[in-house]
């Protein structure tokens, strides 16, 4: 399957030319859209994109680091295996970085920063309501932006960052019954926040996490990644 994209979303010469080559093959591997063992040709990829080799070699280069393709002698990039154990691998981390970004933010959260969250949780709600998934996500980006600046742990939720890049933005939207587990999941942090109970609302957050990697475990295995 070619790696088309919308003339909408054709990329520009920017600086970043690279990271967002990156970003568009990256979201093609996690949505099955390009098979582990395929391989991603240098040449073809400039061309559907309208851009030069040397960026999509950059944008590979980066995805090789982060294990998402392996380099062959001689034959070229080729997209590596991701499995069951990879992603549950994955959100085991980003559960417990997050779990911890929420009990430092309760212990920091102030009156005002309380309100904006319950804020984006009632547009997230509204947007659930609504049908707009894709609002949904924005929403609960932010909703987890405010918790992590809260917590004042620049470091460590930049760590947490590179874990989640993992996952393309726009890509929890489209899996079936997670804006709605989200809005569960927010709903006990929020209430945890109100307690001022750090450790309920590490507890939640670790299950907010987690259940949504189960549930994207069951997405890709309907879409058949693994067969």
Request: aromatic share 8%; charged share 25%; hydrophobic share 45%.
């Amino acid at each position: 399957m070619g790696l088309m994209i919308p003339r909408s979303r054709q990329l520009g010469l920017r600086p970043q030319l690279s990271d967002e080559v990156a970003a568009r093959i990256r979201e093609r591997i996690m949505y099955g859209q390009v098979r582990p063992g395929q391989f991603l040709r240098l040449e073809r990829l400039a061309a559907e994109f309208g851009i030069s080799v040397t960026p999509v070699r950059e944008a590979l280069q980066s995805l090789r680091s982060e294990g998402f393709v392996e380099l062959e002698p001689r034959r070229g990039f080729v997209v590596a295996e991701l499995s069951r154990q990879d992603i549950n691998d994955l959100f085991w981390v980003q559960a417990v970085i997050s779990q911890e970004l929420a009990s430092r933010a309760c212990r920091q959260l102030t009156p005002s920063l309380l309100a904006e969250l319950e804020e984006i949780h009632a547009l997230m709600v509204g947007a659930v309501a609504a049908g707009d998934f894709d609002l949904v996500e924005d929403h609960n980006d932010r909703f987890h932006h405010v918790v992590h600046a809260t917590s004042a742990s620049r470091k460590l939720a930049w760590v947490l960052g590179a874990v989640t890049r993992y996952f393309p933005s726009g890509f929890y939207a489209r899996i079936p019954g997670w804006a709605e587990a989200s809005v569960r999941g927010h709903t006990e942090i929020i209430h945890a926040f109100r307690e001022g109970d750090p450790q309920e609302a590490a507890t939640a957050t670790r299950t907010h996490v987690l259940q949504a990697g189960d549930l994207l475990l069951a997405h890709l295995e309907r879409q058949g990644l693994w067969n």
